[in-house]
């Protein structure tokens, strides 16, 4: 079993949109969590941290169930430029160690 | 800051060549260096972790002589891949974490194609 495993999509949504992406993690010794944002030919930017508590930024709220070992990124207002693909990321142990990256979800935004 | 540079890009190379790729850390100090390989659509699979001045530790399935990995500085670290094939054509990225920061900051990639 992948250690980080995301539905891949594509999600193909219009401008405005609200769209959501889960992901769930095997490894309860995952303590850190992110999603990265990728686009295509190009490397991954940190998009947020995710907390326990869940934590928002800006049209983004990442919420994080430690219980489902489950992980999830909210877009609000979706916006042509938001087209990516969303990596969900963990890392294990209290202190940065190597990062398990998800597949990624693709996301389309039309106008 | 926390800018890591890669080089080259993109490269060309025919089966049987050697290719380097190599990252700067511009601004930091970088005691730790990923290196991740990326086939098409899928995510990006740790290749090995180098810390300055010791050997890489490679994960598992990952030939270390086939991909030589050089941390010498803090500063530069290498990925050579030798002898290569057309199996090995990918997007190659590394990403530098520094003690004391928060997050980890990735080179820009390198898209190797192995004809």
């Known amino acids: 079993r992948k250690e980080v495993e995301q539905d891949p999509g594509p999600f193909n949504v219009p401008e405005g949109a609200t769209v959501a992406f889960n992901c769930t993690y095997s490894?309860?010794?995952?303590?850190?969590f992110f999603w990265y944002r990728q686009d295509c030919r190009k490397e991954p930017k940190l998009l947020m941290s995710?907390?326990?508590s869940g934590n928002e930024d800006g049209r983004f709220t990442a919420q994080l169930n430690r219980a489902s070992q489950y992980i999830s990124l909210l877009i609000r207002d979706s916006k042509l430029s938001d087209s990516a693909t969303y990596l969900c990321?963990?890392?294990?142990?209290?202190?940065?160690?190597?990062?398990?990256f998800g597949r990624g979800t693709q996301l389309t935004v039309w106008p | 800051g926390a800018v890591v540079s890669q080089h080259p890009s993109w490269v060309i190379c025919k089966s049987g060549t050697s290719v380097k790729i190599e990252c700067r850390s511009l601004?930091?100090?970088?005691?730790?260096m990923f290196w991740y390989r990326q086939f098409p659509k899928q995510s990006l699979m740790l290749m090995a972790t180098?810390?300055?001045?010791?050997?890489?530790?490679?994960e598992q399935g990952v030939e270390k002589d086939k991909f030589l990995i050089n941390h010498a500085s803090l500063t530069l670290s290498t990925l050579t891949v030798t002898s290569a094939h057309p199996e090995d054509s990918s997007f190659y990225i590394c990403?530098?974490?520094?003690?004391?920061?928060?997050?980890?900051?990735f080179g820009s990639g390198t898209r190797l194609t192995v004809v």
């Open positions: 601004d930091f100090q970088a005691t730790t």
């Open positions: 990321v963990a890392s294990r142990g209290s202190t940065l160690g190597r990062l398990y």
């Open positions: 995710v907390y326990s």
């Open positions: 990403s530098a974490r520094v003690e004391g920061l928060y997050g980890y900051t």
């Open positions: 180098s810390n300055e001045g010791s050997k890489a530790t490679y």
């Open positions: 490894n309860s010794a995952s303590q850190s």
